[in-house]
C-alpha cells in the first residue's frame, strides 16, 4: 500500500471531515483531512486498484474528487449530499464529546 493525497470537493469544515474519517474507516483505514488547503485533500493508505471504490464513495458522500468534471445536475446534487453529510458528522461529534 502506498500513502496517497487526493483533492477532494465540498469538504467545508469539521463536520465534512468527521464524516469523511468515520464513514470511510472501515473500508479504507484511517483517513487524514486537511482542512487548511483548498480544496481540501484527504491522505489515505491505499491500493491503486481501490481507488476507483475510494472514489465512488466519497461521490456517494457528496464529496467528489477534484479531477472530476460534474454537470449542473450531478454538482448541485453532489452539494445537496455533502450538506447532509456535514450536518451527519457534526451530530455525530457532537454525541461522542
Known sequence: MKKEIFKVQ???CGGCANTLITKLADEFGKIEVNL???PREITVEIN???????RKALHSLGYPM???TLGFVHN???????FLSCTIGKFEAAKRD
Open 10 to 12: 465540498n469538504v467545508k
Open 66 to 68: 477534484a479531477d472530476e
Open 36 to 38: 487548511e488547503v483548498m
Open 76 to 82: 448541485t446534487t453532489a452539494q445537496a449530499k455533502s
Open 48 to 54: 491503486e486498484e481501490k481507488i476507483p471504490a475510494l
